[in-house]
């Protein structure tokens, strides 16, 4: 069955470290993989797509199909980063179905 | 503005009294969806809907119906919500898939339920 497994609950770190979110996966098919995040109190936003390569807030996130694993990165964190980081998996076919890790909280200390 | 957008926000209500979610998009979305999010667990799929009247089940789907009358609407209803559907709920739209990628999805701000 697929699945989006985030190992860490907490992340802890002090500004202007490197941060690195885990996240692995199982799935049988090519895979599209997602970060999203959630700042206090406030709905998930997208924050980027493997399929793009794109870098957002200083954010990479390079998909390793050998390890299955889709790690999300910064190499300098900031006050602004704490918020809880979810990954995200999309199930082929048409049902557009989103399956998400339980997330991971990244605290940023100053 | 580009939004998804849910009402209430936020609601108590007692075992056994139906009430309705609702949830509207202004982008012209195919497809729609309902999570509910829960410490520890994450986000976990309810129902999902590809169209208008094209509505099937997600992950825990016992005990709510939606419904897609319309392409722009897709409410969340509670028949008889029991105090296990505390939670808080997003709905999410998306344009589906461009260029044989997926868009992902645009989410609401969330409804937080409580059922005593």
């Known amino acids: 069955a697929q699945r989006v497994t985030q190992p860490e609950k907490l992340l802890s770190v002090f500004k202007g470290a490197p941060v690195e979110l885990k996240c692995n996966y199982s799935?049988?098919?090519?895979?599209?993989l997602f970060w999203y995040v959630q700042y206090s109190r406030q709905r998930l936003q997208l924050l980027l797509r493997?399929?793009s390569r794109e870098s957002i807030k200083g954010f990479t996130a390079d998909l390793n199909k050998g390890e299955t694993s889709f790690h999300l990165k910064k190499p300098f964190a900031q006050e602004e980063d704490s918020a809880m980081y979810y990954c995200?998996?999309?199930?082929?076919?048409?049902?557009?179905?989103?399956?998400f890790g339980t997330g991971t909280l990244l605290a940023v200390q100053p | 503005e580009a939004q998804v957008t849910q009402n209430p926000r936020y609601l108590i209500t007692v075992t056994g009294k139906k009430l309705t979610v609702t949830c509207s998009q202004n982008?012209?979305?195919?497809?729609m969806s309902w999570y509910r999010q829960d410490p520890g667990l994450g986000l976990r799929q309810i129902y999902y809907?590809?169209?208008?009247?094209?509505?099937d089940k997600g992950d825990v789907p016992e005990g709510y119906k939606v419904s897609r009358k319309e392409k722009r609407n897709f409410p969340l209803i509670l028949e008889s919500p029991s105090p296990n559907q505390t939670s808080l709920y997003f709905c999410a739209s998306s344009l589906g898939h461009a260029g044989g990628a997926f868009y992902g999805y645009t989410f609401g701000s969330g409804t937080r339920l409580t059922v005593v």
């Open positions: 799935y049988s098919g090519s895979p599209e």
């Open positions: 493997h399929i």
């Open positions: 809907s590809m169209n208008v009247e094209v509505t």
């Open positions: 982008m012209n979305h195919e497809y």
């Open positions: 995200a998996l999309q199930e082929g076919g048409a049902t557009n179905k989103l399956i």
